[in-house]
């Protein structure tokens, strides 16, 4: 019976090796897999947080462009009201210049108005001291034409030949 036993305990080992070996065997390729695994996890971990990135970046660039361009037409807005705003200066420079000018205008036309004015003032003092001078002389000249022919007449004697 020992012999059985030794048998059994042969075989009990010579199994127990082929489970251990075989055992052993299953777990380095587990490992390896699992080895795999996690590199593939990595790998991909590391893909995404690229394809990440790369999504921020093309949002940070779209970001700037809407920022760029929004900047653009706020630059033409204001370029368009200066535009505007230097054409109403000017239209109004315009204005005032063409009013200085009929005020200019009016200025003259008030100092020629004086000027007439202060010339028949003076024109009219000088035709009331002309008539009046004119009257007294005309009166001299009328009473002395009239005294003259009040006087007797003297006759003169006509020479004989």
């Known amino acids: 019976m020992a012999r059985k036993k030794k048998k059994a305990v042969k ?4 199994s127990k090796k082929r489970v251990v070996k075989k055992a052993v065997a299953k777990k380095k390729p587990a490992a390896a ?16 947080k690229k394809k990440a990135a790369a999504v921020k970046k093309k949002a940070a660039a779209a ?12 630059a033409a807005k204001k370029k368009a009201a200066a ?13 005032i210049t063409s009013v200085k000018a009929e005020l200019s205008a009016a200025r003259e036309e008030l100092k ?12 009219a003092g000088n035709k009331e001291s ?3 001078k004119f009257v007294e002389k005309w009166t001299k000249q009328q009473l002395s034409k009239m005294e003259k022919s009040l006087k007797p007449k003297k006759r003169k004697a006509k020479k004989r030949k």
């Open 83 to 95: 535009v505007k705003a230097a054409a109403a200066k000017k239209a109004i420079k315009d204005q």
């Open 63 to 74: 970001k700037r462009k809407i920022v760029a361009a929004k900047k653009k037409e706020a």
């Open 33 to 48: 897999a699992k080895k795999k695994a996690a590199a593939a996890k990595k790998k991909a971990a590391a893909v995404a």
């Open 130 to 132: 002309a008539i009046a």
């Open 112 to 123: 020629t108005a004086a000027k007439r004015e202060a010339a028949l003032i003076k024109m």
């Open 11 to 14: 075989k009990s080992v010579a």
